[in-house]
C-alpha cells in the first residue's frame, strides 16, 4: 500500500516563509501527479499546486506567484515552498497522490487523488 508521509508546516507570522515535503513510498507506477490540497474550518476543499513526473506545474490562482512546487528527480517527493503567507493560507495542508497520471494542459491543481497523507496544519498569524 502506498504512503505519504509528509513534513514541515507549522506557524508563521503574515509575510513569513514555510516549506512543506511529501514522500511515497511503495510507489510502483511509472508516473504520478502529486499536490497539495488544503482545507480551512467552513470553508471548502482546495488544491493548492499539482506537479507531475515531468515536471509540469499548477497552481490555484490564490497562490501564483507566492508558493512553488518542485519534485525531487528520481524520487516520488514533492516539495512546497511557501513564501509570503497570508492570515487566509491557514489551513490544514495534506499530501496528495494519482498514479500514471499526467498534468496536460489543465488549470486546476485539485485532481482525482488516489493516495492521501495525514495532514498537517500551517497558520499564518497577522
Known amino acids: 500500500q502506498v504512503q505519504l508521509v509528509e513534513s514541515g508546516g507549522g506557524s508563521v507570522q503574515s509575510g513569513g516563509s514555510l516549506g512543506l515535503s511529501c514522500a511515497a513510498s511503495?510507489?510502483?507506477?511509472?508516473?504520478?501527479?502529486m499536490g497539495w490540497v488544503r482545507q480551512a474550518p467552513g470553508k471548502e476543499r482546495e488544491g493548492v499546486a499539482t506537479?507531475?513526473?515531468?515536471?509540469?506545474?499548477v497552481y490555484a490562482e490564490s497562490v501564483k506567484g507566492r508558493f512553488s512546487i518542485s519534485r525531487e528527480k528520481g524520487k516520488v517527493t514533492v516539495y512546497l515552498q511557501m513564501n509570503n503567507l497570508k492570515p487566509e493560507d491557514t489551513a490544514m495542508y495534506t499530501c496528495?497522490?494519482?498514479?500514471?497520471?499526467?498534468?496536460?494542459?489543465?488549470?486546476?491543481?485539485?485532481?482525482?487523488?488516489?493516495?492521501w497523507g495525514l495532514g498537517t496544519q500551517v497558520t499564518v498569524s497577522s
Open positions: 496528495a497522490a494519482l498514479p500514471f497520471c499526467s498534468l496536460g494542459s489543465t488549470t486546476s491543481p485539485l485532481r482525482s487523488f488516489t493516495y
Open positions: 511503495r510507489w510502483t507506477a511509472s508516473s504520478f501527479c
Open positions: 506537479i507531475d513526473s515531468d515536471a509540469n506545474t
